[in-house]
């Protein structure tokens, strides 16, 4: 028995597209959402590995920033215990590495034992260890190359009459002009000598360095300083001024440290009216502690005919009163309270 195909109406059609379309408005976007959602989970390794290489890139840049600045005075860099120095050794590479100085300065070579590198320089360094691979019989010549990985500063110490006394670290040889700036520059009592010891000297072995005109000096500033060394800068010295004169008090030798009478006279902003000028004297403390009187024939010096003396350190210029112009002074001054008393009591 034949079966007739099943025929569609137009009608039927278009109730089944109709249908068709409702489906693909309701599960399309659902499907769309969670094909977005997969896509954001999905790993991708390219853009993380780009990131990841990037970061890497930029830390080895900063890095290698860091590393390629180099102290001031590399040249006379010496090395201290803690150092750490890059070693590289062209006949046995076996040898490259990196190397701690001990708290003895000390670096221990594979086969070739200690080498003492303390406050050697680099190139120095080279030559120690060159000589230690050859003695040793490791090696029948040596071309070794030493670089510094980390730094371990040493002290220079600045005592006495810098406005921050201390301790400040430096890694290379410095002019004693930047030592005194590290510490603040020269206080206002600061005299023109220095003394310098040096860390490779005995105790009690000092060097003296003499400034004239303070920090304009240029020969004295430009001194080399060491790490380690010690620098201490004298107290200028100080002269008094007593007696008839204005400003009695202490005035210090500044500048090239010296000072003759008739300065100091004037520093004191002259003498007053009963000062009797031609008894004026300077007292001095000899080298037994005795007090020395010397006379300075001050009248003479303010004529011109005599030279005015060099005075010393602590040193006393004292000049005296007249008897005469005191006792003048002295009834003046009385005659001036009674005046003001009589016109405090009428008013």
Known sequence: MNRRSPKFSSSHAVRLEKAVLSLLLVTAPAALAQSQQGAANAPQPSAQMGQRGAAASGAHS???????????????LKLSPGSMIDLHVFEEPDLDGSYRLDDSGD??????????????TLSEAEAAISAR????????AAHVVVNIDEYNAENVVV????????????????????????????STLAGNEIIVHRA???????????????????????????PGDS??????????????????????????????????????????????????????????GTLLEISTLY???????????????????????SGVKASISLIQSELNAAATATIYTFR
Do not use: C, W
């Not at 670096?107 to 050697?120: C, F, R």
């Open 299 to 321: 009248d003479k010096v303010t004529k011109g005919e005599v030279v005015p003396i060099v005075l010393h350190a602590q040193d006393i210029v004292f000049v005296p009163i």
């Open 62 to 76: 900063g890095s290698g920033s860091s590393a390629s600045v180099a102290p001031e005075g590399i040249a006379h």
């Open 231 to 288: 620098v201490t800068v004298m107290k200028a010295g100080i002269v008094y001024v007593l007696g008839a004169v204005n400003r009695p008090g202490g005035y210090v030798m500044q500048q090239d440290g010296e000072l003759n009478v008739a300065e100091a006279v004037a520093m004191a902003m002259g003498t007053t009216p009963e000062a009797s000028t031609n008894k004026t004297r300077v007292i001095r403390k000899g080298p037994d």
């Open 133 to 140: 691979l050859v003695s040793g019989e490791i090696l029948k």
């Open 159 to 186: 005592l006495g009459e810098v406005s921050v006394p201390g301790r400040y670290p430096i890694l290379t040889r410095r002019k004693l002009k930047d030592i005194l700036a590290l510490a603040g520059g020269l």
């Open 107 to 120: 670096i221990t070579i594979p086969l070739g034992g200690k080498v003492a590198l303390a406050s050697l």
């Open 200 to 226: 490779n000297q005995p105790e009690g072995t000092t060097e003296t360095i003499h400034t004239r005109g303070g920090l304009s000096d240029q020969s004295a500033m430009n001194v080399d300083i060491d």
